[in-house]
């Protein structure tokens, strides 16, 4: 089993920038991949970008390309989402999610563990 732990939601302002940070427990931390999705309001839940277990690949949804970066720390066994140049369309509950798989993927069914969720708001 692993625990996800997301925090560094908040409401924003259009323009702005967050970082959503993703505490990973229980297992080890590099053997896991990590993604982030969200799910707004009456809309399915969607990928917004993922990190392969050493770290070295990344891929991102077309929205958040160039505004988004992922990252991870596996000393402190995070993972992290700094947004920037924030849209009103991003307000949603980001998730974090981990799977023990040797690629970065991109469909949440490839994750099985799933953290709480944090609230992001930006607001126009």
């Known amino acids: 089993q692993v625990q996800l732990v997301e925090s560094g939601g908040g409401l924003v302002q259009a323009g702005g920038s967050l970082r959503l940070s993703c505490a990973a427990s229980?297992?080890?931390?590099?053997?896991?991949?990590m993604g982030w999705f969200r799910q707004a309001p009456g809309k399915e839940r969607e990928f917004v970008a993922a990190i392969s277990r050493s770290g070295d690949y990344t891929d991102y949804a077309n929205s958040v390309k160039g505004r988004f970066t992922i990252f991870r720390e596996t000393a402190k066994n995070t993972v992290t989402l700094q947004m920037s140049s924030l849209k009103p369309e991003d307000t949603a509950v980001y998730y974090c999610?981990?799977?023990?798989?040797?690629?970065?993927?991109?469909?949440?069914?490839?994750?099985?563990?799933w953290g709480q969720g944090t609230q992001v708001t930006v607001s126009s």
């Open positions: 229980g297992r080890t931390f590099s053997n896991y991949a």
């Open positions: 999610a981990a799977g023990s798989i040797y690629a970065v993927v991109t469909h949440d069914y490839e994750y099985p563990y």
